[in-house]
């Protein structure tokens, strides 16, 4: 079910045009003034006196473009020329922006309706004020490039002069959206925002993030089905620059935090040496699932020979594939995968007595304040959660077990620690990308073309698993 | 233990680090340069790649005491602006995606074109084959390699 979408429109402190949007997407056009209480609002969009666009990117970029594509759809609808515009990266912040995750290919589709109204309401809202100071219509006004012009009279002015005014007026019933035939940017080839920060080594990722008086911790978790029965830790202890050993206890759901040793030292260098040097004992976990991928593998190619459950069926199948002048047959399969991003798991995190501020690489930001506040006991609204570029997300980053991680040792050592999963860590102990087998068979008419498509696909259910009350540890 | 002077980016720079101290992690700790990355850690990404006098070479296999005074230049020091050829070339062709493997991509790149100024795609790909793009932006990367060279010659 789609909500209704509001917007709100206001002067900013240095008189400037704010506009506000809840997302994700509207029922057809309908605009109220005044959202009822608790309505999430997003979709920041700031005009300056002097112009300039300021757009709030509120989703993590990952590499799939979301700092640069949400701002495009929002200028576009607003008209302004896009050297006008600069990119913000927001905080988690979901009273303003709602939800703020980046995954299941959604960030488009979710925000693209939001998008189109906000750009649309503010470019209606500068039109309106310009026709009041002319004393035309506004439908004899157009816009082009930042400025509103009457075309009757010549008459031109620019966004930034009309701020003011526009800041004042009622949010318009109707805002129309521009005919896509007419799109400048979209359709366009945009260069990535933050890419002169990537080529000259500004931009920063989970791994650069910086506090002061931080700690590096190195994590070292048990192997699959297995704890830790005893710890050696005297040669990992005596590595200089290491400082503590902290071991994290797991929480109930391996979905969110699993038992590790954390190496904790003043240098990342340090704590992956420390980390190398432990001697942990560990011991079989009695009972626990096995995971066989052999024995996957092969349940789920036999699971494709069978009818299995109807996800689609049109037409009659049977009988296009009896009459076909020729069939083609394919199985394909993938393995339980790594993400492998080229930036491993990582998490800065500074635990407070009374509050806690996270700096990292994440795709649910939501879930990272909430699992940070359940493991640190601190409330939700005292977590603060700082968004960094991220390398590369995959869906392994919409978890946020590295968060827990930081924040847990974090409040173990008092002070700011990042948390640094080695690459040997993050291949080894990552939450693997679901493993299928898709059998495809096609029927061809005697011209070659497909007159009918079968296809069975197996893969163990990740929902099913996330929804279970006792998930295997 | 005795204080390390290293030349990196024009600058001299003492450290006091273990002469076994990977030039990666002096580089994005105790010198504040996070543009070098950490990939693997074993030389197997490429996303450390820096230039050790002129040479690529992978800087979390690289200690200190391989460094010594020989001139470092890291991403932060390729040019002072991001208008080098290269660092152009890439934007331009909006090479990017995550990023994260773009400064070892980058300078690869860079010292690739000093040896060979016009390089062919099979010369891209032999000196570029040890920076892995898990985002998959090869296609771009080699676009831009021939831009910049282009540009250059």
């Known amino acids: 079910m789609r909500r209704r979408e509001f917007v709100q429109v206001g002067a900013s402190a240095a008189g400037g045009l704010l506009v506000t949007v809840s997302l994700p997407a509207a029922v057809g056009s309908a605009l109220a003034v005044v959202p009822p209480p608790g309505t999430a609002l997003g979709a920041f969009l700031e005009i300056a006196a002097d112009g300039g666009v300021t757009i709030t990117a509120k989703n993590p970029e990952t590499g799939q473009g979301m700092k640069t594509s949400l701002p495009i759809i929002l200028a576009e609808e607003l008209d302004v020329p896009w050297e006008r515009v600069r990119v913000v990266q927001a905080d988690l912040d979901e009273s303003r922006f709602g939800d703020q995750f980046s995954g299941g290919s959604t960030g488009i589709s979710d925000n693209w309706e939001g998008l189109r109204t906000a750009g649309a309401v503010a470019r209606r809202m500068l039109v309106e004020a310009a026709a009041a100071r002319w004393g035309v219509a506004p439908a004899d006004c157009s816009t082009a490039a930042g400025a509103v012009l009457h075309a009757g009279t010549g008459r031109r002015l620019e966004y930034g002069a009309l701020v ?29 925002v933050e890419n002169p920060g990537i080529v000259t080594g500004r931009a920063r990722y989970g791994l650069d993030a910086r506090a002061p008086g931080m700690l590096y911790a190195c994590i070292l978790h048990p192997p699959f089905g297995h704890r830790l029965a005893e710890l050696n830790a005297t040669r990992a202890e005596r590595v200089p620059g290491v400082r503590r050993i902290v071991r994290i206890e797991p929480q109930a759901s ?47 190619l036999s699971a494709v020979e069978h ?47 009374d509050r806690a501020e996270v700096w990292g690489p994440m795709q649910n930001p939501g879930g990272v304040q909430g699992l940070v506040a359940r493991v640190t006991g601190l409330d939700r609204a005292a977590v603060k959660v700082h968004l960094t570029r991220v390398g590369g997300g995959f869906g392994r980053r919409l978890l946020s077990d590295y968060a827990a991680e930081a924040a847990t040792v974090s409040k173990a050592v008092g002070r700011p620690v990042q948390v640094v999963w080695t690459r040997e860590e993050d291949l080894r102990q990552d939450y693997y990308r679901p493993c299928g087998v898709h059998r495809l068979r096609a029927a061809l008419d005697a011209d070659g073309r497909v007159i009918a498509w079968d296809q069975h696909l197996a893969n163990p259910s990740r929902a099913a698993y996330a929804l279970s009350k006792d998930p295997p540890v | 233990m005795p204080p390390l002077v290293l030349n990196v980016n024009g600058s001299r720079r003492r450290l006091s680090l273990p002469a076994d101290t990977p030039l990666l992690w002096a580089l994005r700790d105790a010198l504040g340069l996070t543009g070098t990355k950490y990939g693997c850690g074993a030389g197997l990404c490429g996303a450390c790649t820096v230039h050790l006098d002129g040479q690529p070479v992978r800087a979390c296999l690289t200690p200190l005491s391989a460094v010594g005074a020989k001139p470092v230049t890291t991403i932060e020091g390729l040019s002072r602006d991001g208008s080098h050829p290269v660092q152009r070339a890439w934007i331009a062709e909006d090479v990017a995606q995550c990023g994260y493997c773009q400064a070892g991509q980058i300078m690869a790149a860079a010292a690739l074109l000093r040896t060979t100024p016009r390089p062919s795609d099979a010369q891209i790909d032999d000196a570029l084959s040890g920076n892995l793009c898990r985002c998959g932006t090869y296609q771009r990367i080699r676009a831009a390699v021939h831009r910049a060279a282009g540009e250059t010659t």
């Not at chain 1, 240098?267 to 420390?274: C, V």
């Not at chain 1, 190398?276 to 349940?299: C, F, G, K, Q, Y």
């Not at chain 1, 790594?338 to 635990?351: R, T």
């Open chain 1, 307 to 353: 009818p299995g459950e109807p996800i689609r069926s049109d037409g009659d199948v049977a009988a296009a594939f009896a009459g076909a002048a020729r069939t083609i047959e394919a199985t394909y399969e993938v393995p339980l995968l790594a993400h492998a991003p080229m930036e491993p798991m990582n998490c800065l995190a500074d635990v407070r007595a």
């Open chain 1, 164 to 192: 003011a005014e526009a800041a004042r007026r009622p949010v318009p019933a109707e805002a129309p959206r521009k005919d896509p035939a007419s799109y400048r940017l979209i359709g366009t080839r945009v260069s990535g």
């Open chain 1, 254 to 300: 391996p979905l969110h935090l699993r038992q590790g040793v954390a190496v904790v030292a003043d240098s990342t260098w340090a704590a992956m040496q420390g980390q190398r040097a432990l001697e942990p004992r560990w011991e079989a976990i009695a009972d626990h699932p096995v995971i066989d991928s052999a024995a996957l593998r092969a349940s789920m």
